[in-house]
């Protein structure tokens, strides 16, 4: 039985391999053979190793594309709305003082940036044939007089008619008015400060001819001041007199205020409401004209957040707002700014606590799968 299958895998060993392999001597054909054998086996385990390798890469490398992010948990605490306005400083009383009477310029009693008492002489007119004219009118007013004491008299005794004493009264009253009349005149030819201010400008000198309404002298009073700004049709009704206010001038003042108007009808042309803010300024520091940020507390606090500016980011729509790492996934949040200063941005319209992307905002977009690291540094806004 052995023989004959030995005497069968001999014969298909001889039929199957080629004719330089049988002239072999046998032991060369199984050193050969064994030789193939582990020559196969290497290259099939290398290959097979090398495809585990280009698996594990492909894996590293799908891994390493979903970028990273590094977040910051913001809780939102209660803070003051501001609404902030641009707008410029402005005196509440600036008059142009101008004569009431013609005349030449006598004598100016100020300089410019003198600061004057209320009623003041400013500019002095020359008199010339009034003060002659209102002593005629008083002589003629004392005549009158007397001649009205006489009438009364002779009316008690009969000797006046009811008439006669209506005339001596008119005539009384007709020498009084000119009297008063020339004192007025006389009183007009020294042009007063209508209040206690600063001389802001000088409009005539010495020699000068003054017509009724010319110039003498620009007045302003320092106090109380005002801060002018305009609000837009969906703020306004956020603003009330009463609310306080913080001023901040471009010439480096910082001042507190109250808002004393708000206006009831837009302007046509820009849809805004005007809203002024009454200052003090007993020093007299504080200009006219001057640019202004105004900073107006509404009585109410709302849930704010202190972050970087940096973080913010603005939309294709025009939006600004935050982005933000939810399960994963990262979200676009719109976001109202409600104050600036040195201390950093706050912003309202987040969530009471919400992971805020605060690196890598600008490279994600929204609904990207992301991971994302928590910071931990100290001193980050929150």
């Known amino acids: 039985m052995f023989e004959k299958i030995k005497s069968l895998v001999v014969g298909l060993y ?94 100016l009693h100020f300089e410019k940036g003198d600061r004057v008492k209320k009623d003041q002489v400013l500019c002095e007119i020359k008199l010339n044939d009034r003060g002659a004219r209102a002593a005629q009118a008083e002589a003629l007013m004392a005549q009158a007089g007397k001649e009205l004491e006489i009438a009364r008299e002779l009316y008690k005794e009969g000797f006046r008619s009811k008439t006669q004493l209506a005339q001596a009264v008119a005539a009384y009253e007709a020498a009084k008015a000119g009297a008063s009349t020339m004192n007025i005149q006389l009183a007009d030819t020294r042009i007063r400060a209508p209040f206690a201010g600063v001389v802001e400008e000088r409009y005539a000198n010495v020699g000068d001819y003054l017509t009724v309404g010319s110039k003498c002298a620009m007045v302003m009073a320092p106090e109380p001041f005002l801060a002018i700004g305009t609000v837009s049709e969906e703020l306004v009704s956020q603003i009330a007199p009463g609310n306080k206010a913080r001023v901040k001038l471009v010439t480096g003042e910082n001042v507190e205020g109250t808002v004393r108007f708000v206006a009831e009808h837009a302007d046509a042309s820009t849809r805004t409401f005007r809203v002024e803010v009454e200052v003090p300024n007993p020093d007299a520091k504080l200009r006219s004209g001057v640019s202004a940020d105004i900073n107006i507390v509404p009585l109410h606090l709302i849930p704010a957040n202190r972050v970087s500016p940096g973080i913010l980011v603005l939309e294709d729509n025009g939006a600004v707002g935050v982005r933000v790492v939810q399960k994963g996934i990262v979200r676009f949040l719109p976001v109202q700014v409600i104050s600036d200063g040195p201390d950093g941005m706050w912003i309202a319209g987040l969530p009471a606590t919400i992971d805020v992307i605060i690196v890598g905002q600008e490279f994600v977009t929204n609904g990207e799968r992301v991971k994302a690291v928590l910071d931990n540094k100290p001193g980050r806004p929150s």
């Open 14 to 107: 001889e039929r199957v391999m080629p004719g330089f392999w049988l002239a072999m001597k046998p032991q060369y054909q199984w050193a050969l053979g064994i030789a193939i054998f582990v020559t196969l086996y290497l290259v099939t385990g290398i290959f097979r190793s090398g495809g585990t390798a280009d698996d594990a890469l492909k894996a590293q490398a799908k891994a390493d594309q979903i970028p990273i992010v590094r977040v910051a948990k913001l809780n939102a605490v209660p803070h003051e709305a501001v609404i902030i306005l641009r707008g410029h400083t402005e005196a509440l009383h600036q008059v142009d003082v101008r004569a009431e009477v013609d005349g030449v310029i006598a004598a």
